[in-house]
């Protein structure tokens, strides 16, 4: 179970930041992003550090609110959010062909949500690579509750410079995580090297797509919202990704995104419009209670100062998904099943 109290969520604020030095965390974090005048080259140059403080700023109000799997997830009608997001795990899973004592790398895994689920789904072994150390802890702390602590574990990296040998695992995935990688290439680079001859990677990537016009500025604002929001050095489009894909010497078996054929919109649990009881916390009404409960648990000095900021620049980050949704102009779900060659020559 993913911790739910207010308490958790006001004690997990800052992750391994030093209370007292959370809001000079957010203050260092926020000016890396043009919505507050940073500049793409400094988010780039400076990745890890910027990556590590935004997860240790949001990663307890991603659990608060949507629970052990930070991802979307293509939807069908009736079918619950939580229902969705397992699915999506299982078909990513089912893509990959895994098979039963497979070693799997799950990399950019958060707490490791999705890395249990296909574990326990596909009876395999499966890695973690997170270079937070805060989400690592919570991770082996979810993984020994889900009794998977035999068969899943955690590697603190960074995912453009894994400390694996070469040909290591079976498969490889990533879910929403190398869009923080601060060249694409590079990042492929690596996966293509520890992945064994013959296999495959999967992935959903956040990307724009062909509907995104650089030259409007309605889209450049949405853009920098979702980079804001979601500690991104820059969003790549789907066509730069699958471009990266060929360049780091993947064979591509398809590739598609997932968000047009979606029943019900990706971006639904965030739409102020909508109102769900089983995702609650997303609503508009449950975002004004969490701002709130911040708010007072800042002020009585259980949260640290800084919290509410954070908590502001996750709204702004969903009000920018929301409309990149909306218009088309983003997605987060371009999925791509990729194959490394069994030699160079294939």
């Not at 910027?50 to 293509?74: I, P, R």
């Not at 689920?117 to 690579?129: A, H, Y």
Request: with cysteine; charged share 25%.
């Amino acid at each position: 179970m993913s911790k739910t109290g207010a308490f958790d969520l006001a004690s997990g604020v800052g992750g391994k930041i030093e209370k007292d030095d959370v809001l000079s965390a957010v203050d260092k974090y926020e000016k890396y992003h043009v919505y507050y005048g940073g500049e793409e080259q400094g988010r780039k140059s400076n990745y890890t550090d910027m990556v590590n403080k935004y997860y240790d700023l949001v990663t307890s109000f991603y659990e608060f609110g949507w629970g052990e799997s930070f991802h979307f997830a293509h939807r069908w009608n009736g079918e619950s959010l939580r229902e969705s997001i397992k699915r999506h795990e299982h078909f990513l899973a089912l893509q990959l062909e895994l098979k039963p004592g497979q070693k799997v790398l799950d990399v950019g895994c958060g707490i490791g949500g999705p890395l249990r689920e296909i574990s326990r789904f596909s009876s395999t072994s499966v890695t973690g690579l997170n270079n937070n150390e805060y989400q690592i802890t919570r991770g082996k702390e979810l993984n020994r509750i889900a009794g998977v602590d035999k068969t899943c574990n955690f590697i603190k990296a960074d995912f453009m410079k894994m400390p694996m040998p070469d040909n290591s695992f079976d498969a490889v995935y990533a879910i929403e995580a190398t869009c923080h990688a601060p060249d694409a290439v590079g990042c492929y680079k690596e996966i293509y090297r520890v992945l064994k001859p013959g296999q495959h990677f999967a992935a959903y990537e956040w990307c724009m797509t062909d509907a995104f016009d650089p030259d409007n500025q309605d889209h450049q604002k949405i853009k920098s919202e979702i980079e804001l929001g979601d500690g991104l050095p820059d969003i790549r489009s789907t066509r730069q990704c699958l471009d990266a894909l060929k360049k780091a010497g993947f064979e591509v078996i398809w590739e598609r995104d997932l968000a047009p054929d979606s029943p019900v919109p990706w971006y639904l649990p965030l739409d102020t419009n909508h109102f769900s009881f089983s995702s609650f916390r997303l609503t508009s009404v449950g975002r004004f209670f969490t701002r709130n409960l911040v708010k007072s648990l800042e002020y009585v000095g259980l949260a640290p100062k800084g919290s509410l900021r954070v908590q502001s620049f996750l709204e702004k980050a969903a009000e920018g998904l929301v409309e990149g949704g909306r218009r088309e102009i983003f997605t987060p779900m371009y999925f791509f099943v990729a194959r490394k060659p069994l030699s160079p020559s294939e």
